[in-house]
DNA sequence: TGTAGATATGAACAAATATTCATATATCGG
DNA sequence: CCGATATATGAATATTTGTTCATATCTACA
């Protein structure tokens, strides 16, 4: 915060472009929707639903969790529209909000296998 | 975890699908790299660079922030392969290690932004 | 309508993590 | 070599967050 001080280097330029590029507001958005799928349990329940739409029951059989902790983080990706879900008889069913999520995620899945 | 119990729907053949795809090592390496990105100082840092290598002042300046926290967020994005670093006389300028994960990003704007 | 199955919720707790403050290290110019 | 600039590091703190446990809600069905 410190602007009095003029750095020696001189690659400062670029800042002005990031700056008016990318309002707080974007940057926010852009690190929360990371964050929610930047936790193993949740990825996986993303992952095992873009196979498909799931009852809770097969989500905690394909994440190999519980009842509970499934049903909170299922809260949380609904919260944020990652995912969505509808009544099926006794089953709630949950499935993808849409399939920008899973683009950005196979690109992820690239970068991590190298 | 309760695998003697049945659910009434029938949407579980996808599970196996998910399971062989992912595997535990790839789940937590995608979920690890989306929690680095996913918090706003060290996506400003992530975007900022992305214009051109900036040394840490630049770096403060363009995150509107404090030296220290910029450089514990510089250690968290180098250690995990993010970002590098080199000497330039006084100053360590960082760039980001591949475009690879401005890929990623480009896509989470658009998302963001509809 | 009462019971069992299916899912959600809330509080409590523990673990992870971002920030701050103080200080250490490293480089350069004189 | 010394002082100033530039960056890194470590400890302490406070906040966030994931999980667990217990319980509540809602639906189907007998």
Redesign the pocket.
Known sequence: MEDT?????KHGENIKKFQSEYNEETIVGMANIL??L?????MKIVLALSYGEL??????EAVK????????????L?DNHIIK?R????????YLYDDHIMKILNLVKEHVEE
């Not at 969790?65 to 049903?71: E, G, K, L, R, W």
């Open positions: 001080f003029e750095s020696a280097c964050k929610i930047g936790e193993p349990s949740r009852c809770v029951f097969h989500i905690v969790s519980n009842q509970s902790a499934v049903s909170h983080q299922l809260r949380i609904k879900s009544r099926d008889g006794q089953n709630i069913v949950y």
